[in-house]
């Protein structure tokens, strides 16, 4: 199964509780505890049930008959009911509640462990917002189906089984004057059931809007405040906020409804009993035990079928939600390891080959990012790639990461297919410093070790020293061990490229992948980047998405790409002399072509 687009609406619950019966694979390794459980809540349910018979005992035999002894013993029996229930409500209570954490705690690092092995593209065509929905919502829905939910329905249904028969065993006639008013009490209850879980799941999209809108707007907050956006969001998050709490308003009214009708029903029934049982008793057809003990059952048994409606509603979220988990579970990356790689050679030598590489994204399979694409790049040459936006240079770099695989053709790193090679193998022989460099909420040491956690300190300290790094470092209020912010917000541009480029020093890969990481910089920082990626780059294969004139200078060999195909190679001299397409974008591209090479061009000379 691959990655589907994935909305809110896609998320009603499902009708199939069949779904549910998946996540029996992940309760067996706990079948002591599953068995213990069960045990339990069957003695928790035949110790209410009990109570009845304990009821017309201490009516029939202590009450009636006067005799204290009769009474003790009635009472005897009670305690020992009433201690039965309680050890049993509260063993089962543990052992489901600690079954239903430690499933979904088994879920939760199976999916993640899942998620993270797919592949890029799956994440073209699939929402990470709902990813991590399924991550935490789905995963919390479930807690509570299988360790409450499931359990209640089972002694939910036991009482209601064990309720009916205890009744016709006490009186057959009554019984059936029960069963003939069930209808009347499911009916409504379900039909108004229907109703509230319906506007829940409203009332959970609307949430969810909010929860959505929230995000995007703190994400953002330095445009949005930039912009004096501040008002206009003020007034959609109160709307999305009132839309949220009209639906509750509907759900909490439906709600109350509901409880409302299926008290008068109950207990209305209970009424209708009480009159004809009543008759019965002052006819000597029927004891007073007996009819106490009715009664008992009958609030047991309508109590059961008024809570099933609702239960049921929740099993077929949580079986929603099952699905769901399932998917992402069942979803299987298209780039993978192959059973028996290929090893790459030693030691490595970063040569990479292209050969007639055509390409398309999975959102845009129509249209080719590569075709036929051919060229090759020999250890420990710099390459630079020029070429208008969409010209295929930053795809370049996901093939050769083996984000994707080519539609056709080869790539070959250091004469092997990327697909025949070991995933981990390959990526660890790679690194990429990008525009925009990811910096993670930790300190300096981990975002540096990255990757790379057997690095000693020393190892850390020496990376950010050759990428100009360290200085800024101690600078900082606990040195390398400052908190450095969410996304790296503490740090300037500069200073998280440094970081980033630390972070690949210690890689110390084969093949160097840089999309110009000093294009948005200033000059001071541009400069101690530059001088810091030309120590990385020495002697290393380089692959450069150009965007400043002095790196397709220093560039051994520069790759002009134009709608996937290359139109023009050499250094930048020939290429400036033949015209073209590179001459035009030295002209609107470099922001610092010399004015001879301007003036070649038919530029004005500043």
Known sequence: MRGQVITPSDRPATRNLGALRRLLEFTRPYGWQLLGGMLALLVAAGS???????????????????????????????????????????????????????????????????????????????????????????????????????????????????GILMLAITSPALTGLVLLGVPFVILPAWVLGHRVRRLSRHSQDRIADVGAYVDEVVHAIRTVQACCHEPIDRERYAAQVESAFQVAGRRSMTSAALAAVSTLLTFGAIGLVLW?????????????????????????????????????????????????????????????????????????????????????????????????LSFGVEPGERIALVGPSGAGKSTLFQLLLRFYDPAAGVVRFDGVDLRDLDLGELRRRISVVPQDPVIFGANAWENIRYGLDSASAADVRRAAEAAHAAELLDRLPQGFDTFLGERGVRLSGGERQRIAIARTVLRNPVLLLLDEATSALDAESERLVQEALEHLMAGRTSIVIAHRLATVRNADRILVLDRGRIVASGRHDELMAEGGLYARLASLQFNDTPAPARAALGLAVP
């Open 48 to 162: 209410v049930l009990a109570f009845g018979q304990v009821l017309r005992a201490l009516v029939d035999s202590g009450l009636t008959t006067g005799s204290t002894a009769a009474l003790d013993r009635a009472l005897i029996l009670f305690v020992s009911v009433v201690l039965a229930t309680g050890i049993a409500v509260g063993v089962r209570s543990y052992l489901l509640n600690w079954i239903g954490e430690r499933v979904v705690a088994d879920i939760r690092k199976r999916v993640f462990e899942r998620v993270l092995a797919l592949d890029v593209g799956f994440f073209e065509t699939t929402r990470v917002g709902e990813v991590i929905s399924r991550l935490t919502s789905d995963t919390a829905l479930l807690q509570v189906v299988v360790g409450s939910t499931l359990a209640m329905v089972l002694r939910t249904g036991l009482l209601m089984v064990g």
């Open 276 to 372: 004809v049982g009543g008759r019965q008793v002052l006819a000597g057809t029927l004891t007073g035990g007996e009819l106490s003990a009715f009664l008992f059952y009958a609030v047991v048994v309508a109590g059961a079928v008024g809570s099933l409606s609702e239960l049921m509603g929740q099993l077929l979220r949580g079986a929603g939600a099952s699905e769901r988990l399932m998917e992402l579970l069942q979803a299987e990356p298209a780039i993978r390891t192959p059973p028996l790689p290929r090893p790459l050679p030693m030691p490595a030598r970063g040569r990479i080959e292209f050969d007639r590489v055509r390409f398309a994204y999975p959102a845009r399979p129509d249209a080719a990012a590569l075709d036929t």
